[in-house]
Every structure is written in C-alpha cells, then in structure tokens.
C-alpha cells in the first residue's frame, strides 16, 4: 500500500550497495543518484531531494563508521537516518486541551478530502472518549454539508450545518451556544486554491472568527510538484499547525506529500489510509521509513491488534493457543478481530518480513473472499459443530451446515482443514518458550 | 498558469545553449592544429583592433573554414546526456513523470546529435526540437464530441457518456459543465447521478443539475450505479434526450473490487464515450492512475482538471504520453461555463514554445 513503488526503487538502491565489495566513492555517488531519481519520481520536491543526498555524500565520506559494523551497514544507517531527520524525528500529536470545545479546522485543496478526514478524526477521538461534533462550513460545493452530515450521523456524532446560509461566518455564529457542550468541534471547510485570492481571504476571516486550535492541511498522496507552493501559501494565509496526507491506499507514492510537508515546518499527524471510518493511522516517522526500507512495521500491527481485542480475551486466547485448545469459535474470534484490523493485505503488510515476500495481490483477495464465506458457514453450526469440529464433523453434517448457509460444501471443508492446520500449528508451540520460536521463524524485532 | 513551467523551461533551455556555446569553443580551440589556433588568435586580435586590414582580406579564406567549424558543431552522446541535465530536473520538477522526460530526452537526443548545429540560434534549434517532442506527444487522434453526437441517428440515441476517475478528481462538477457546454450546441442532456458511494454524492450532482437547469435522474433507494445509468439511458430514450452523462463514484485504481463494478457498469450500459478525469496537481502517480484505469475499460479520452490551480503543467504531458489518449477539455474554474477546449498551440504559446 503505502509507498510502494518508492520503497521499491530504496530497496534497490540499498541491495546494490550490499552487492558491492567495497564502499568508495563511486558507489556513494551511484547510490545518491539513485536517490535522486527514486525521490523525484516520487514527488518529492527538487530543492528538497538535493539537499538530502548531499547530506547523505558528505555523511559517507566524512564519517567513520564505528568497529561494531561493517561499512555497507553504515552507509544504509546513514540513508536511515537522514530519512528519518528529513520526515521529521518525533511523533507529533495533536495535543487536546480541555477547553470546550477544542477547535480542529480542515483547510485545503479542492478534491483532498477534508470532508472524509472530519469523520476520520470525529471517529478516531470519540474512541477515545471525547464528547465530539462535527461543523460544515463549506458553502460552495453542493451537497457538502449533507455529505458531512450523513458521515457524521453514520458513526453516531452530532452535526451543525445550515445548507441555506451561504456565508460561513454566520454559520458558524449561529451554533456558538452549543459548542461548549463538547470537547472537540472538528471544522469542514470549502476547498481552495491557495493562489486564489477571494478564497484564501474567505479563510483568513474564518480563521480571524474561529480561531482554531489546531489547523489542519489536508492533501492527497498522489499530489505532485505543485504542492510546495500551495502549502506555502496556505501557511501564510491560516497558519498550518498539522498536515494530514490522505489517499494513502492508492498507488501514489506520497513522497511529494510527505517531504513537501515537512518543508513547510508544520507536521504530519494522521495518514488516510481507505475510504471507512477508521482507516486512519497516526503518523510515526520512524515507522515510515522502516517501512520504506522494507523492515516492516510491528509497531503499528501491535497497536491495531490492541484496539481490535482487548487484553481480557487476548489472555484467554492466549491460554487457549498454549494448552492447544483451539475450537472453530477461536478461529472465528480470530477473524473476527482481523476484520477490525481491517483487510488482511494491509495487516500482512505490516509484519516484518511479509512486506518483502510479496504476495501476489490475487491470493490475498481469495483470502479475503474466503473468511467472509467462511464466517458465514460457522453461523449456520451447531454450537458442539464449532467446538469440536475434528471430532463430530460428518458428510451429513456438512451438506446440512452448506444448505443452511448457501456456502459450498468444499469451502466448509477448507475451513475445517484451517482449523486444523492452526490447532496443529498451536500444538507444536506448546510448552516451548515462544521468544525462541520465533527466532526460529525469523522474525525481526520480536 | 503554466508559468512556472514556462520559466523553468526557459531557464534551463537558455542554461543548455549557454553550455553549448562553450563547450563548442572549447572544443574547437582543442582540436584545431596548433598552427591554426595561433592564426586564429591572431584572427581574433585583428578584428578587435580592427587595424590591419589588408592581413584580415589576405587570410579571410582561412578564416572562414574555422568560422565554419565553430559555427556548426555536432555534440556527441555523452556530451548530450551531460548537456540535458538541466532540462531533465526542470521537466522533473515540473510534475512530467519519469517515464516521459526520458522520451523527450530521446527525442531531442536524436534531433540535436544527428545533425551539426549552427552556433547561432541554438537556443532556437532547441526549442524547436523541444516543441516538436511536446508536440508529438500531445497531438493524438481528436474527439469531436459535438460532431460524434450529431452523427447518432436519433433512434441510435442517446449518446452516452461516462465519466470516471480517482477520488477527488472533479468528476461531478465536470459532468455539469459538460452538460452545459452541450446544451450550447443545442442538445438535450440527462445526467445519471451514479455515484452512490460517497455521503450526499448523488444530491450534489442534482443541486449542480439546477444550476444548469438539466435534469438528473438520480434514486436515493439503490447503491447499485449500474441500474441508475440504465434506468437514464431508457429515460431518455423515451424523453428523447440527445446525451446521457453518466457520473461514477470516485475509486482507487488499485482497488479490485471497485474496479470490477466499474467493468460491469460499462458492459451493462455500453457508453458511447467514456471519459476519465484527471486532476491536474497530481504527480508521477498520475501514469499509474492512467493506465490502470486505461486496463480496467478503455478509456477514449481525459479531461483535466483544477488547471487553474496548476503552475506546473507536467502533468498533462505524462497523461497523454502513457494512455495515449486525448484531452478533451480542461477544467479552469469552478463556475459551470470554466470548461476549455484543450488546443496545443495554446498550451505550448502557455510554455513560451511559440
């Protein structure tokens, strides 16, 4: 997903450097073209891309690297680092005051999506138990408050907006009361050229009335060379506290996206990753380029794992996969949390090593095809059919559970030969210590 | 807009020429015997002084072999690639994706090696040879809408057409100026609200609708944009409508799912034209978006827009070099009439390449 052809062109890079018996400086050189040319086709801005590398060249001349590690392995820290350095060293939050409410403002281009990325947040901080509305203050587009309004109602959070009024100012006047009854007031606004005049001064006075607390550039991951000047612009006229890159589940390669960003000063928060509610990642630099470099990224995997299941059941689970007790009602827990972790492709992506097995994209869709049936099938079992299935599982019983469930008798068997690859695969992991499994498994960073 | 590309071109063209002036006196002061340079520099010495005139007549003949050899100079391979630099990242940095800098880099490679070049107007030769490769990429096969829609015989009506594209691009505001524009040419258009998906997507194209004063059939009741295009299409058929502009949901080319109903509202209603929008700011990722899209159902041809916005320009040259296809109009604004039609001339004249 994320960045993938440019961390394809890195990885290249960065192999033919391993390739190489020595390091001098015409590797060097070759590598910082590389570069040059990955990043720019990449979107990344000129000026931006030959002041990296030319760290990166005088890095790799200058520095010695440390006995510890071997010259190549220092070259492909240096990368890392300076990439790092580039997107920014920190994770940046938006930090929430209590001050009811809390104002957060979407500004940007037309077609970025700011009205998507309101629900986005509106969901992600009523998750985490804050009192949250939404408010519509694009006048131009069509039907733009309505979209806000049906976003806002689809996960439950109250909505301000006045399709008749046609001046965002009076809008936002005429739910000033109620405003104070939430923590946070996440703000749509109309999209804009920052080059055009009328609409940057519309922004202006909103932002003189409104004065957010936070203002929120939103643009999307596959914007070009143009968005230097536009982010530009639009920090002169409203003063960007955080950047949001959308549409990061394209094949875009956000590199443009990302460096333009943090060349205005102002810093990546959230990445959009899909069109649900909860297909938003907070952005992690670190993360990012590990991900870039192909290292993976168990971080962000924990953490969704931890939203989807709570640590109660994952203890049990946990007890359950030791003992090698694991019934078909695991299995669909199991799927049950992969679903809100999302589609399995973007999980598989984030394990440490997958990124590089690259599945082919048709069996992750047949994988996907298959749970949905599969999840089907179970609703139509018997609860000692889902407890031991390898034990009372017949002929019989299939065809009832495929006739019950319209799902085919050999997709019903399929799930049952999981079950028991899974059960199997439990089984061997009992009573072994599982930090040395999974050095057996390979697992980087585990 | 296209001024910074404009600029940049310029600059880099003037910084090209600006090389090759040297390098070809250097060149020349290299290879020349060395006899001859000394009777160059005095050849030199003597026009500036302009004094002996009678020695200048006596090795004019002389003179102007080495006039000649300076004057027109065929650069190498190697000097070429050396030489191009500064139009590659200004080409680069002006949003023309990877794949096509490295076409214009070949054709001017074959324009400006395969022949010697005359000192004087390098600059000239290579904006010529630039504007050819602009050109050439650019110049395809043109739709003529308005005459394609004239030529449907009236029981062969309505001319569908379906507009698809990225998330984002302008698609629902594209339509209603296209319908616009059509009912200039004294047509009847319906428009088919078919995006489903997104919150409010259908109410805007019928708010756009009353705007232009053109109906749109749009069913709050169904997700399925499949039947919504179908039931305009035999609406108009009954209504007589001339064109059906069809406007989809935004979808990401890379998503199988979205794509495969795409495939299936254009085997259903077997537009006419279809057409696929593209947003002028995006960067290398619009090759991708071309092609992919290109893959799934033939694209006939693309409409640019939020070229108002765009400084750059690079964008359309990639478009049009990787899908082979023509643009039809560009979106400059966000009123109803802000649709161009797209013409080369202009945008080159846009390039300063006239």
Request: with cysteine.
């Amino acid at each position: 997903m994320v960045l993938e052809s440019l961390s394809e062109k890195l990885k290249e890079s960065l192999r033919k450097i391993t390739k190489s018996i020595f390091v001098d400086k015409r590797v060097i050189e070759d590598l910082v073209k590389d570069l040059q040319r990955s990043l720019l086709s990449a979107d990344v801005d000129v000026q931006l891309v030959f002041d990296l590398t030319e760290k990166i060249k005088q890095r790799a001349l200058e520095e010695k690297p440390p006995k510890t590690i071997s010259q190549k392995e220092f070259l492909i820290k240096i990368v890392y680092e300076e990439l790092v350095n580039f997107l920014g060293k920190e994770k940046s939050e938006i930090k929430i005051e209590r001050k009811k409410p809390f104002k957060i403002m979407m500004v940007g281009l037309f077609g970025n999506g700011k009205t998507t990325l309101a629900q986005k947040l509106a969901k992600y901080y009523s998750k985490r138990n804050y009192k949250v509305a939404t408010l519509g203050l694009d006048v131009h587009r069509p039907s733009a408050p309505e979209q806000l309004q049906q976003l806002s109602k689809q996960i439950n959070i109250p909505c301000f907006i006045n399709p008749e009024e046609k001046d965002p100012i009076k809008i936002y006047k005429q739910f000033e009361k109620e405003y104070k009854k939430y923590d946070i007031l996440i703000i749509d606004t109309a999209g804009r050229d920052a080059l055009s005049d009328d609409l940057i001064q519309e922004i202006e006075s909103l932002k003189k009335e409104i004065n957010p607390d936070e203002t929120v550039l939103v643009f999307s991951a596959d914007i070009g060379q143009d968005l230097k000047n536009q982010a530009e612009a639009f920090k002169k006229a409203c003063n960007i506290t955080s950047i949001v890159v959308t549409k990061m589940d394209g094949t875009a390669k956000g590199g443009g996206a990302l460096v333009g960003a943090a060349s205005t000063g102002a810093k990546i928060k959230f990445l959009g990753t899909g069109e649900k509610p909860e297909d938003l990642e907070p952005y992690i630099p670190e993360r990012f380029v590990s991900r870039l470099l192909g290292m993976g990224d168990l971080e962000t995997l924990l953490e969704k794992a931890k939203e989807a299941i709570s640590d109660e059941e994952a203890k049990d689970l946990g007890k359950k996969f030791l003992k090698g007790e694991f019934n078909l009602l695991d299995l669909y827990e199991q799927m049950e949390a992969m679903k809100k972790m999302g589609p399995i492709s973007k999980v598989m992506e984030m394990i440490p090593g997958f990124s590089q097995l690259k599945l082919p994209k048709d069996a992750l869709q047949v994988q996907e095809g298959k749970l949905k049936k599969w999840r089907i099938a179970m609703n139509s079992m018997t609860k000692e059919e889902l407890e031991r299935p390898d034990e009372v599982m017949s002929t019989e019983r299939i065809n009832r559970i495929s006739k019950g469930s319209g799902i085919q008798g050999s997709e019903i068997r399929d799930l049952i030969k999981q079950h028991k690859t899974v059960k199997k695969m439990m089984k061997m992991m009992k009573g072994k210590d599982p930090s040395k499994l999974m050095k057996k498994f390979k697992l980087p960073g585990m | 807009m296209f001024n910074f590309l404009k600029d940049k071109i310029k600059k880099a063209v003037d910084a090209v020429s600006e090389k090759l002036k040297k390098e070809e006196t250097e060149v020349e002061v290299l290879t020349a015997p060395k006899e001859k340079i000394k009777e160059k520099k005095k050849e030199v010495e003597e026009e500036i002084k302009k004094e002996k005139l009678h020695e200048e007549i006596q090795e004019k003949g002389f003179f102007k072999k080495v006039a000649e050899k300076v004057t027109t100079k065929r650069i190498s391979e190697e000097k070429f690639e050396e030489l191009f630099q500064p139009l590659e990242l200004a080409l680069l940095e002006n949003n023309v994706a990877f794949e096509v800098v490295e076409k214009i880099k070949q054709d001017l490679k074959q324009d400006l090696t395969s022949k010697p070049l005359s000192r004087k107007n390098i600059e000239e030769q290579i904006k010529d040879s630039l504007k050819k490769s602009i050109r050439k990429i650019l110049n395809l096969e043109e739709i003529n809408l308005v005459g394609s829609i004239k030529k449907t015989s009236k029981e062969k009506r309505p001319y569908v057409i379906m507009v698809i594209g990225y998330n984002g691009s302008g698609k629902s505001i594209t339509c209603a100026k296209l319908a616009k524009k059509l009912k200039k040419y004294s047509f009847s258009p319906l428009l088919a609200a078919a995006d489903t998906y997104r919150a409010a997507g259908a109410i805007q194209l019928v708010e756009y609708g009353k705007m232009i004063d053109v109906p749109v059939i749009h069913n709050p009741n169904t997700k399925d944009s499949c039947s919504v295009i179908f039931d305009a299409i035999k609406h108009a058929k009954n209504k007589e409508f001339d064109v059906v502009i069809a406007d989809t949901s935004g979808r990401i080319h890379n998503n199988q799912n979205l794509m495969d109903e795409l495939k299936k509202i254009a085997r259903v209603n077997n537009p006419d034209l279809t057409i696929l929008i593209l947003d002028s700011l995006t960067g290398s990722d619009i090759v991708e978006q071309m092609r992919e899209f290109d893959n799934i159902i033939d694209v006939d041809g693309i409409i640019l827009t939020k070229v108002d916005t765009n400084e750059k320009g690079g964008s359309m040259l990639s478009a049009t070099y990787i899908g082979k296809k023509p643009i039809l109009y560009l979106g400059i604004g966000q009123k109803m009439d802000d649709l161009e039609e797209f013409d080369i001339d202009k945008f080159l004249k846009r390039l300063g390449l006239d």
